[in-house]
């Protein structure tokens, strides 16, 4: 699970990227064409509560790798200004599965905006304009090939030619009006036939407004202000103080709590912005518990119980017999499995069972 930051010079990403992973990439470089890789542990008091049970020897919590690019440079007329990111850089960004697009919402008189002013809304656009331009130049070039090469080939060849042809011809208009293809609704053979673009602009987006300290109380107004306006298909907006946030992070629990008090925070935005990442995904965690460990397996929403051992291990899968499962409220009213089984609360699940977020499921299989 990768999440690619991306921001305008000036926005404040890689400080977000510091904060998240904890890390101490270089900032302040305006626009520097480093790359920075960093793999962030989601919190999950459950699985606390569920070592308490099972006094594992280690708990293991699900990750996302967050990767911060280098904002693409602007386009101009007949060129495209990704394509001269980097090659690593571009293939980051394409293998990503959703985008986390840090906005400038504060003012720094030492940092002055590159525009000369602070606009959300307007470095919103510019850097999906960018993203669009880089789509609809893949969709161009693709469509021109299929007029030549693609009416070439058996009758089962330009028959699937001609229906990818079909599918860019949308994309292309879409895009052309300005439009994200995460907004075309696509059938799940057409998300199928184009998968190999890696589009840019169908990957899910989390909107993020980096505020200032004086800004934080006014914040949840700002994100509603920018949602009501960027009504686009799987995409959400929250804000956080990038610098408050790294400053928190680098004090002892019970300093922090007093701090967060100090300034009206309820709860930590870097914790927020995780679990909207998670979610971003489409993504639960099942857990495990047992003497070895406690864990959380991060899986697509909607998978079934024979995704979920595949997930653990391919021989899981191939060998599945049922799932033992238990919610997790239930196993921890109740304090143990044998207690589960007793009350009637742990069930036997088949293949087709769809699990659900803080099911405790035990795999049972052949060998």
């Known amino acids: 699970m990768q999440i690619a930051i991306v921001g305008l010079a000036g926005s404040g990403k890689t400080t977000v990227f510091n ?7 270089e900032t302040g470089g305006f626009g520097g064409m480093e790359l920075h890789v960093g793999v962030v542990k989601v919190p999950d008091e459950r699985l606390e509560r569920l070592a308490e ?5 280690k708990i293991v919590q699900a990750d996302v790798t967050y990767v911060d690019l280098p904002a693409p440079p602007p386009s101009t007329e007949g060129h495209v200004g990704t394509e001269d990111l980097p090659a690593e850089h571009l293939a980051r960004l394409r293998d990503s599965e959703a985008l986390l697009h840090v906005v ?22 510019r850097l999906d304009t960018e993203f669009i331009l880089a789509d609809l130049a893949l969709v161009d070039r693709r469509l021109e090939r299929l007029k030549t090469s693609g009416r070439h080939g058996t009758p089962a060849e330009r028959e699937s030619n001609e229906r990818e042809e079909a599918i860019l011809v949308r994309l292309q208009t879409a895009l052309e009006a300005g439009s994200p293809i995460r907004d075309v609704e696509l059938e799940p053979e057409d998300e199928k036939a184009i998968r190999g673009f890696r589009f840019l602009t169908q990957k899910p987006v989390l909107i993020l407004l980096n505020v200032g300290e ?4 006014n914040a949840p107004d700002r994100v509603a202000e920018i ?9 959400l907006v929250d804000a956080l103080s990038a610098r408050i946030e790294m400053e928190l992070g680098e004090l002892e629990p019970g300093e922090a709590g007093v701090f967060m008090h100090e300034l009206g925070i309820e709860e930590s935005g870097l914790d927020r912005v995780i679990a909207l990442s998670y979610r971003l995904l489409g993504l639960i965690s099942f ?11 991060p899986i697509r929403d909607g998978s ?26 239930e196993l921890l009213a109740l304090g143990s499995m044998a207690e589960a089984k007793k009350a009637g609360k742990l069930r036997s699940e088949g293949k087709t069972y769809r699990v659900r977020d803080g099911d405790v499921v035990e795999i049972l299989f052949s060998r």
Request: proline share 6%; hydrophobic share 40%.
């Open 19 to 25: 904060t998240l992973t904890r890390g101490h990439a």
């Open 53 to 57: 049970i099972f006094k594992p020897k």
């Open 104 to 125: 400038r919402a504060f003012e720094d008189a030492a940092h002055p905006h590159p525009e000369g002013s602070v606009n959300p809304v307007r470095d919103i656009d």
């Open 214 to 217: 004086r800004d934080l109380e």
């Open 227 to 235: 949602a009501r306006g960027y009504d686009h298909h799987n995409a």
């Open 287 to 297: 857990l495990t518990a047992g003497p070895d460990e406690v864990r959380a397996w």
């Open 304 to 329: 079934s119980a024979v995704d979920a051992a595949g997930v653990i291990h391919t021989d899981l899968a191939k060998g599945f017999i049922r799932a033992e499962t238990v919610a997790y409220d």
